[in-house]
Each structure stands twice: as structure tokens, then as C-alpha cells.
């Protein structure tokens, strides 16, 4: 069982920047494909960013290519999740998310851990 928590949620304004951070408790996450998805009043809880166990490869959804940055650190067994240029639509709760599949992906489904989630808002 890992159990995640993020944290670094809250109130920006847009064009600002926020980190958000994902940690284990009871397990190291360096063997786990890790992700964040967020979910949008209203909508969907969608894909936003992986990466791979050793960090070298990461994924993103196209809106917050460029914008966003996932990194890791094994040592410290948290996940990270910058967020720049910050817009309103990009306000959501963002989940941190592990996956035990041998390939990168961008289907919930595939994920088997999930924190609670932290909110974060962008005003305009």
C-alpha cells in the first residue's frame, strides 16, 4: 500500500507560479511511474504530466507543455509538479497519482495509488 499526499495548492493570480509536491509514506516511490491529473469543476479528471522512475523521460498534456515542469527525487521520495504562467482554466484539484505499469501512461485506470488531491485556484 503507498499512501500519497500533495501539498503547495492554494490561491495565485494568474501568471504565477506554484509547486506543487507529492509524497509516500510507507513506501519509496522510485520504482512507480508517477503522475498528476487534475479535475476541473464540472469536468473530468484528466491527464497532466508523468514521468518515469529515474526522472529522464516526462510526459505532458499539450496545454501545460511549456508551462509546467514534472521532476522527481528519489532521495527525497517526492515528486514535483511546477506550474508557471498559471491561468485561470488551469484551476482544478490536482491529484499525484503512482502507476506499477511497465509503460508510460496517460489513462487514470492505470494508476493504483491516488492522494486527495490539493486545490489549486487561479484568479484572473
Known amino acids: 500500500q503507498v499512501q500519497l499526499v500533495e501539498s503547495g495548492g492554494g490561491l495565485v493570480q494568474a501568471g504565477g507560479s506554484l509547486r506543487l509536491s507529492c509524497t509516500a509514506s510507507q513506501r519509496t516511490l522510485s520504482m512507480y511511474r508517477m503522475g498528476w491529473f487534475r479535475q476541473a469543476p464540472g469536468k473530468e479528471r484528466e491527464f497532466v504530466s508523468s514521468?518515469?522512475?529515474?526522472?529522464?523521460?516526462?510526459y505532458y498534456t499539450d496545454s501545460v507543455k511549456g508551462r509546467f515542469t514534472i521532476s522527481r527525487d528519489n532521495a527525497a521520495n517526492t515528486v514535483y509538479l511546477q506550474m508557471s504562467s498559471l491561468k485561470p482554466e488551469d484551476t482544478a484539484v490536482y491529484y499525484c497519482?503512482?502507476?506499477?505499469?511497465?509503460?508510460?501512461?496517460?489513462?487514470?485506470?492505470?494508476?493504483?495509488?491516488w492522494g486527495p488531491g490539493t486545490q489549486v485556484t487561479v484568479s484572473s
Open positions: 497519482a503512482a502507476s506499477t505499469a511497465s509503460y508510460s501512461s496517460r489513462i487514470e485506470h492505470d494508476y493504483r495509488y
Open positions: 514521468v518515469i522512475p529515474s526522472g529522464s523521460l516526462t
